[in-house]
């Protein structure tokens, strides 16, 4: 089938985080949109937010390819030194772990990939480089290299957070939607570095055939995310909150 007698769209979602305000914002939006298939690259509960309805939410639509981030991997151990792990490890269910185990390490439709973090590991970035002094962007010519084995023209990619589109020498496209539920965060490791959008919105990629390659959209979606940051105060994360409110890292 070449691309010219496609006909459909995807809507690419990433790192909801348990934002559940956030995903039936973004649900809505690409429901408006006419568009039945969406992949979810991963980290979908793993928030202190709303990770019962979040589950909910995902789990009674069809059409929905979910990959495993390494977050919702963490929610298959039993144990983990985490709060985010002790708050939403309690509340879910038999059902929803079980979900949970039947998300794909990646998957590929013609010319598209769609991974976590990178087409080979799942806690890595594939756009950034983390230094002892911060966050560097990877040259079009190292990410060429590190794609080399891949064959889809198209690599969609989450972890980060940022959403990003990065044009390669060969010919291939990384595409990083950002994220639905958590627009920010600082992390400690392997260095401490923070990832922001610097936007409260709930961010996600449309994708669709168009003259023999792709038509892609980034897309910002406005929500109530005051209300996010409340119930992320109210659960004790005003790290969550700040993000949610500001775009940016509390640090």
């Not at 059409?63 to 390494?70: E, K, L």
């Not at 998957?107 to 590991?121: I, M, Q, R």
């Not at 794609?147 to 291939?172: N, Y």
Request: hydrophobic share 40%; with cysteine; aromatic share 10%.
């Amino acid at each position: 089938m070449t691309l010219s007698q496609n006909s459909y769209s995807i809507a690419v979602i990433s790192d909801v985080h348990s934002n559940a305000y956030a995903l039936e914002a973004v649900l809505h939006d690409i429901d408006s949109r006419g568009i039945e298939t969406i992949v979810n690259l991963g980290d979908t509960l793993f928030g202190p937010l709303d990770p019962v309805k979040t589950a909910e939410l995902l789990m009674e639509r069809t059409g929905i390819v979910h990959i495993m981030g390494n977050c919702d991997r963490y929610l298959l151990q039993e144990q983990m030194e985490s709060i985010t792990f002790e708050y939403v490890k309690p509340l879910l269910t038999p059902e929803m772990l079980s979900w949970i185990e039947s998300f794909q390490k990646q998957w590929t439709k013609d010319d598209l990939l769609f991974c976590h973090g990178t087409p080979f590991v799942d806690d890595m970035y594939l756009l950034e480089n983390v230094a002892p002094y911060g966050i560097d962007e990877k040259s079009p010519n190292a990410l060429m290299i590190e794609l080399t084995g891949i064959q889809q023209k198209v690599i969609f990619c989450g972890h980060s957070h940022v959403p990003k589109s990065v044009w390669l020498p060969d010919g291939k496209l990384v595409v990083n939607p950002g994220s639905v539920g958590l627009p920010a965060y600082f992390e400690e490791a392997p260095y401490p570095h923070s990832m922001e959008s610097k936007t409260p919105h709930a961010k996600y990629v449309t994708v669709k055939p168009q003259g023999g390659s792709w038509l892609i959209e980034h897309v910002l979606v406005p929500y109530d995310f005051e209300k996010a940051a409340r119930r992320a105060e109210e659960n004790g994360r005003r790290d969550y909150a700040y993000a949610i409110r500001t775009g940016r890292a509390e640090l």
